[in-house]
């Protein structure tokens, strides 16, 4: 059974971090890559960042890139988002997903399957 669980989720000021952890079963990081994406309150879900291992590939949406870090360890079937200087409009539901490709460009592409998601909540 494929499980995607993620965690790492809270409350923070701005300018503070956080770290999510998406831990996989039933598939390797090898396997698929990893998205992380957000859906603010009465907003679409965004693409935030993805790693594939396979093709040693990572992806930072503009509104992240220099703050969020994404890392991943195959032997733990773990990956991390590591989220610095958080900004209110960074609130949001986190969720990570299995996704067959991760571009540089796109980023994450053909999602296959879905964490339940962790709330981020940024007060100003």
């Known amino acids: 059974e494929v499980q995607l669980v993620e965690s790492g989720g809270g409350l923070v000021q701005a300018g503070g971090s956080l770290r999510l952890s998406c831990t996989v079963s039933?598939?390797?990081?090898?396997?698929?890559?990893i998205g992380w994406y957000r859906q603010a309150p009465g907003k679409e879900r965004e693409a935030v960042s993805c790693?594939?291992?396979?093709?040693?590939?990572?992806f930072y949406a503009d509104s992240v890139k220099g703050r969020f870090t994404i890392s991943s360890d195959g032997a733990k079937n773990t990956v991390w988002l590591q989220m610095s200087s958080l900004k209110p409009e960074d609130t949001g539901v986190y969720y990570c997903?299995?996704?067959?490709?991760?571009?540089?460009?796109?980023?994450?592409?053909?999602?296959?399957?879905w964490g339940q998601g962790t709330q981020v909540a940024v007060s100003s």
């Open positions: 790693v594939a291992m396979s093709h040693s590939m990572e």
């Open positions: 039933g598939f390797t990081l090898d396997e698929f890559g």
């Open positions: 997903a299995a996704v067959r490709l991760c571009t540089i460009i796109r980023g994450p592409r053909f999602t296959e399957y």
